[in-house]
T-cell receptor, first 113, second 110 residues
Framework: DVKVTQSSRYLVKRTGEKVFLECVQD?????MFWYRQDPGLGLRLIYF???????EKGDIPEGYSVSREKKERFSLILESASTNQTSMYLC????????????FGQGTRLTVV | DAKTTQPPSMDCAEGRAANLPCNHS???????VYWYRQIHSQGPQYIIH???NNETNEMASLIITEDRKSSTLILPHATLRDTAVYYC???????????FGKGTRLHILP
C-alpha cells in the first residue's frame, strides 16, 4: 500500500538539462516536502508546500524550484542540472498541524553527468 | 538548523534493548520530540513522539527527562531488522516543517 510515490527510482541526466522530479501522495495531505540526502550530511530540506500553489524555502533551495498545482502532486525542478546536484531526493507528505507522521517516498537517486 | 545532538553511531547486540540518546537542551515548552528511522535504501519512517510524559507504542518507548533537555528511544528487543539511522527531531506541532539532523547509525550485532 504505497502512499507516497516518486516517479523514478533512478535517473541520469546531463549537466545543463532541466530536470523534473515528480511526487504524488494519495492521503489528501496538505503538506508536502522535498529533501535531499547526501553521505555525512543527513536529510536537508529543499522546499516545503503547505497548500496548493503555496511554497516555502527550506534550508537549501538554491538551484531548485517547485510546483504544486494540485494537492496530491509536488514537483521539484532543477532548472539547469549541475553535478553537485547528484544526490538522493526524498519526497514526503503530512497532514497539517496535527500529530501525524510524515510519510516518505522511496527516493529518487539522481546522477548528473 | 537541527536542534538536537545525537551520537553518530552505536552498536547493540541482537535481543538486547537498544537505548538511543538525544540531547535537546534548547527545547521550548511547546516543542515535541519525534523519532524517525531510515532503513537502508528506504525513506524515513515515523516511530514515536512525546511532549513530557513517557510514551510507548508497538515499536518503541520514549523516555523524556523531567527537564526535557534530553530523551532516550528504547527498542526493547533489538533485531537485525532494526539496523538503521535513527533521527531525533524537535518541532512545534503548528510548525509543519520537519528538520532532520544527522541521526545515529544503529548497528545490531548478531
Amino acid at each position: 500500500d504505497v502512499k507516497v510515490t516518486q516517479s523514478s527510482r533512478y535517473l541520469v541526466k546531463r549537466t545543463g538539462e532541466k530536470v523534473f522530479l515528480e511526487c504524488v501522495q494519495d492521503m489528501d495531505h496538505e503538506n508536502m516536502f522535498w529533501y535531499r540526502q547526501d553521505p555525512g550530511l543527513g536529510l536537508r530540506l529543499i522546499y516545503f508546500s503547505y497548500d496548493v500553489k503555496m511554497k516555502e524555502k527550506g534550508d537549501i533551495p538554491e538551484g531548485y524550484s517547485v510546483s504544486r498545482e494540485k494537492k496530491e502532486r509536488f514537483s521539484l525542478i532543477l532548472e539547469s542540472a549541475s553535478t553537485n546536484q547528484t544526490s538522493m531526493y526524498l519526497c514526503a507528505s503530512s497532514a497539517r498541524g496535527r500529530h501525524t507522521e510524515a510519510f516518505f517516498g522511496q527516493g529518487t537517486r539522481l546522477t548528473v553527468v | 538548523d537541527a536542534k538536537t545532538t545525537q551520537p553518530p553511531s552505536m552498536d547493540c547486540a541482537e535481543g538486547r534493548a537498544a537505548n538511543l540518546p538525544c540531547n535537546h537542551s534548547t527545547i521550548s515548552g511547546n516543542e515535541y520530540v519525534y523519532w524517525y528511522r531510515q532503513i537502508h535504501s528506504q525513506g524515513p519512517q515515523y516511530i514515536i513522539h512525546g511532549l513530557k510524559n513517557n510514551e510507548t507504542n508497538e515499536m518503541a518507548s520514549l523516555i523524556i527527562t523531567e527537564d526535557r533537555k534530553s530523551s532516550t528511544l528504547i527498542l526493547p528487543h533489538a533485531t537485525l531488522r532494526d539496523t538503521a539511522v535513527y533521527y531525533c527531531i524537535v518541532r512545534v506541532v503548528k510548525d509543519d516543517k520537519i528538520i532532520f539532523g544527522k541521526g545515529t547509525r544503529l548497528h545490531i550485532l548478531p
